[in-house]
């Protein structure tokens, strides 16, 4: 997500673990593949470290799932051009033309800029729990009203560029465990963040289904893995010290969680 968003954060917790799980492929999952991985942060590897030199401020990751799958499965070839803070419009305009007739396996995870993930951080931070409901509140508004849209334009995009690809939409990851003890934000803004990010995934694998690709849910690979949970965590919180990897998954949510559940849908 945005850095610039969470600049002001002046709260400190986090959380970093990270490991790297080898995983055989899947029995469909060909070297003759030729992928290609479009979206934001969460696809980039903005948290899991090992950033590459060529991604620049677009933070790729060796330890994201898109270089997860290229080192275990090695593809005929793979090319990332996800990027940190990157939006629907932004994978339309910069992010499609790494496609063509010959790619044969797609990702693409994307949304959550759209929606202003990282100003509703932000506020359910600084501001308290009356403005965090709110500011979530607004934030469904606009994933009901023109996240349909905006995705299936991504998606037309996608199948007009590649139309012999298998695509693997893949979805967020819910930030927090309730009903535990958690410092910090108020269990009724927990509870709101939760409401939103489901909210998204719901509207992003109907979007998904509908253009006939498959949805890769990472939703219930992160329970015990959560923000608040008493498992080992797949999610930074908010770390003043490194304020663009706060409420991104670690090496090990990478390794963990995206990389099993896309590598299955991939097959």
């Not at 799958?69 to 090319?79: D, F, L, T």
């Not at 359910?124 to 509140?137: I, K, M, S």
């Not at 995705?151 to 199948?159: C, K």
Request: overall charge positive; charged content about 10%; aromatic content about 8%.
């Amino acid at each position: 997500m945005r850095r610039s968003r969470l600049a002001t954060l002046a709260l400190t917790l986090a959380a970093s673990v990270g490991f790297t799980l080898s995983l055989a492929a899947p029995a469909q999952a060909s070297p003759s593949d030729r992928y290609v991985a479009l979206g934001d942060s969460y696809a980039s590897g903005v948290g899991a470290d090992s950033y590459t030199s060529e991604s620049g401020n677009c933070l790729r990751s060796t330890n994201a799932y898109p270089a997860l799958y290229n080192a275990n499965i090695r593809p005929a070839s793979y090319r990332s051009v996800a990027c940190s803070g990157a939006t629907t419009a932004d994978v339309i305009n910069g992010q499609l033309s790494a496609l063509s007739s010959t790619t044969t396996l797609v990702s693409v995870t994307i949304g959550g800029n759209d929606v202003g993930f990282a100003n509703i951080m932000s506020t359910c931070v600084l501001q308290g729990e009356t403005q965090c409901v709110a500011a979530v509140n607004s934030a469904m508004n606009v994933a009901r009203t023109q996240m349909p849209s905006r995705l299936a334009n991504v998606y037309n995009g996608i199948r007009s560029r590649a139309p012999s690809a298998r695509v693997v939409v893949v979805g967020y990851p819910v930030f927090y465990q309730l009903g535990t003890v958690c410092v910090g934000l108020t269990a009724t803004s927990r509870a709101k963040i939760n409401e939103g990010i489901n909210l998204l995934d719901d509207i992003t694998r109907t979007a998904a289904t509908s253009a006939g690709f498959t949805f890769a849910d990472v939703r219930s690979i992160f329970v015990g893995h959560q923000l608040c949970s008493y498992g080992t965590k797949w999610l930074h919180a908010l770390n003043v010290l490194n304020l663009t990897i706060s409420y991104h998954p670690t090496a090990a949510g990478q390794s963990g969680g995206y990389y099993p559940v896309f590598r299955s849908a991939a097959g």
